[in-house]
């Protein structure tokens, strides 16, 4: 049977039922919604969404509620009061099918009017400008983003941040109607985020990335990594073990794997350890943050990794860096099953260790040279090495699996899976990588199913179009991180 939402995503695809059900519906960063036109034009489609949906409930018997859309300006404000969900007045679905709109309260991002009936701009941090200076800088960057100086709009941007406020523009602006007129304090004490209909509270602004914040796709559906998340970020922020860690990273997700399998309790500390810019979808970029700034954002993660890369951990004091070396420390420092090293086993061990670094140094890197290489030929050298790779490494697989050593789990699982899933899900989408159908794929395949299914692998599965589009300048091989730096010297096309 058809459902309301069925027909209407017909026609507006972004649509979510607990969205449109909630009388709220999110606008993607892009495209700009600017122009008198464009607005009429969002009007008049929720209008269409909300009678459909009032038709829905009259149909299904349920009661009908009283949805009203409300166009609000974005103010300058730091709210410290209000929860923070990073939603820009459309945008500012909590998922909790509540109407938020009926004036029982207020939405996260109006601004909070003292007793006088001033801007109550909250409480900056010890680090803040004064607003004057603040107003300045804004207005030096809006001036930068008309010019399409994206590169000093960035630079201002980042120095605010590093400052402990953050800008939040209106969506999708490049320099024409989109300004930044809100900031927020970052990094700074505890702020709400909004998560899956739940109000947590994030131990720093960054976290908001892991939810729906000004630039979330309203078509991303939050999975079971998301939800893991969620529950960790909720988790108590004195637990002794600190995981230090980008949802979208592949490294970060085998230490992620490594502290779940385990069954630890740990703090999810959500790091972004490159630029945002809200042109692109959800802001990702792969540009690097420097060193200094990192360390004025999140001075706690770059005392446990001291180039500023994730994953860290931070363990009773004890700092570890390095995906690999962090999944053997919390292998050997939580000393019971399942074990990623065979206990008793020297060659089995060393085997271990060996096929691990297999998995970053050829089938990572091959894979990733196919994905950002812009010259075709190259490309398709890089897939036909990429290929011969992945067979070797499945003739090195126990033949009864279904895991790399037979029946138990082994680091060498924990390695391959995060880049597995990127082989599968940004190759296809970016470069149309399809796996060939060989005995060696045939054992790759039925390993993945097997660890897809295992609870701990499982729970750090992120929604799949997210993750796409935090590649897509690995695509344009315009990253400038770490990792991109060190593949240049492989790409034809530099
Ligand atoms: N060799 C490192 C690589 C980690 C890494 O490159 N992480 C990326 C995120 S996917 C990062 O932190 N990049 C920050 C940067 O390039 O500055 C490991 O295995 O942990």
């Not at 008309?146 to 941007?157: G, L, M, S, W």
């Not at 960054?206 to 078509?219: E, F, I, N, V, Y």
């Not at 420390?329 to 206990?343: A, G, N, Q, S, T």
């Not at 499982?458 to 929604?463: F, I």
Request: glycine share 6%; net charge neutral.
């Amino acid at each position: 049977m058809e459902t309301w939402y069925q027909s209407v995503t017909a026609t507006a695809t972004s649509l979510k039922p607990a969205t449109a059900a909630a009388g709220l519906v999110g606008c993607r960063a892009q495209p700009i919604i600017t122009t008198t036109l464009e607005v009429r034009g969002v009007e008049e489609l929720l209008n269409r969404v909300y009678e459909e949906y009032r038709q829905f409930c009259r149909e299904n018997g349920k009661s009908v509620p009283d949805l009203q859309i409300n166009l609000t300006e974005n103010q300058l404000v730091y709210n410290s009061k209000a929860p923070f969900t990073g939603g820009m007045g459309l945008d500012d679905d909590e998922g909790d099918g509540k109407d938020k709109r009926k004036g029982k309260s207020r939405s996260a991002k109006e601004p909070v009017k003292s007793q006088d009936g001033n801007i109550d701009r909250g409480e900056p941090g010890p680090n803040a400008p004064p607003v004057q200076e603040i107003e300045k800088l804004i207005d030096e960057r809006n001036e930068a983003r008309r010019a399409n100086n994206f590169p000093e709009a960035d630079r201002i941007r980042q120095l605010l941040h590093s400052r402990g406020v953050a800008l939040m523009d209106e969506p999708g602006g490049r320099g024409k109607g989109a300004e930044a007129k809100s900031v927020a304090p970052v990094a700074l004490g505890a702020v709400g985020l909004s998560f899956q209909g739940a109000s947590l509270v994030a131990e720093n602004v960054k976290a908001a990335q892991t939810s729906r914040d000004a630039l979330w796709d309203p078509s991303w559906v939050e999975t079971h990594g998301e939800r893991t998340i969620a529950k960790r970020v909720a988790a108590p922020k004195d637990l002794p073990l600190k995981l230090y860690t980008s949802w979208f990273c592949p490294f970060a997700q085998r230490a992620w794997i490594a502290v779940e399998e385990k069954q630890l309790d740990y703090s999810y500390v959500e790091i972004n350890p490159y630029e945002v810019d809200d042109r692109l979808p959800g802001g990702y970029t792969k540009k690097q943050l420097p060193l200094e700034v990192k360390k004025a954002m999140y001075p706690d993660f770059i005392a446990s990794s001291p180039r500023g890369l994730v994953p860290s951990v931070d363990c009773n004091g004890d700092k570890v860096w390095e995906s690999l070396h962090v999944v053997q420390y919390i292998d050997e420092r939580f000393d019971h099953p399942p074990y990623f090293l065979p206990r008793n086993d020297p060659v089995k061990r060393a085997h271990v260790r060996i096929w691990s670094d297999f998995v970053t140094e050829k089938m990572q890197r091959n894979f990733y040279v196919h994905l950002m290489d812009q010259d075709p030929a190259a490309q398709a050298k890089a897939k036909d090495v990429f290929f011969q790779e992945c067979r070797t490494f499945a003739r090195a697989m126990s033949k009864d699996g279904p895991y790399f050593l037979g029946k138990e789990i082994s680091m060498v699982d924990i390695a391959l899976f995060p880049f597995w899933q990127r082989f599968l899900w940004v190759g296809r989408h970016y470069r149309g990588l399809e796996m060939p159908k060989d005995k060696e794929f045939e054992r790759l395949q039925r390993w993945w199913e097997a660890t897809c299914n295992r609870p701990a692998f499982k729970a750090t599965l992120v929604c799949q179009d997210r993750l796409i589009s935090s590649y897509g300048q690995y695509s344009r091989n315009e990253g400038t991180s770490d990792c991109a730096k060190g593949l240049q010297s492989s790409l034809k096309q530099k």
